[in-house]
Nanobody, 126 residues
Framework: QVQLVESGGGSAQSGGSLRLSCAAS???????MGWFRQAPGKEREGVAAIDSGDTTTYTDSVKGRFTISRDNTRNTLYLQMNILKPEDTAMYYCAARRWSGICRGPRLSRYDYDHWGQGTQVTVSS
């Protein structure tokens, strides 16, 4: 059974950093994994994703600032967020899905995932 638990959210000043973690029990390296966020009144959007070969992809607004990584020995997904901006304020969610075989190609669409965590709030003040 897959269970995803996010941690590491909180408050930060503009220009600051936060590191999110997702403890992913029941998940192994064959899973596609990603980070999503949802601000009030907005749709959930893909932020960063990673595949079985550690290939990554990012939404344009976070490129050069955020880094996604996974530690398969610890079943943990990370999101290092640097140079934070107020528009990064949102609830952040970890997501996972096992497709046939290994995950080839990171996926940023929320429709490509079927396991979700409860989320961790990130608030960035100017």
């Amino acid at each position: 059974q897959v269970q995803l638990v996010e941690s590491g959210g909180g408050s930060a000043q503009s220009g600051g950093s936060l590191r999110l973690s997702c403890a992913a029990s029941g998940v192994d390296s064959r899973y596609c994994m990603g980070w999503f966020r949802q601000a009030p009144g907005k749709e959930r959007e893909g932020v960063a994703a990673i595949d079985s070969g550690d290939t990554t992809t990012y939404t344009d607004s976070v490129k050069g600032r955020f880094t996604i990584s996974r530690d398969n020995t610890r079943n943990t997904l990370y999101l290092q967020m640097n140079i934070l901006k107020p528009e990064d304020t949102a609830m952040y969610y970890c997501a996972a899905r096992r497709w046939s075989g290994i995950c080839r190609g990171p996926r940023l669409s929320r429709y490509d995932y079927d396991h979700w965590g409860q989320g961790t709030q990130v608030t960035v003040s100017s």
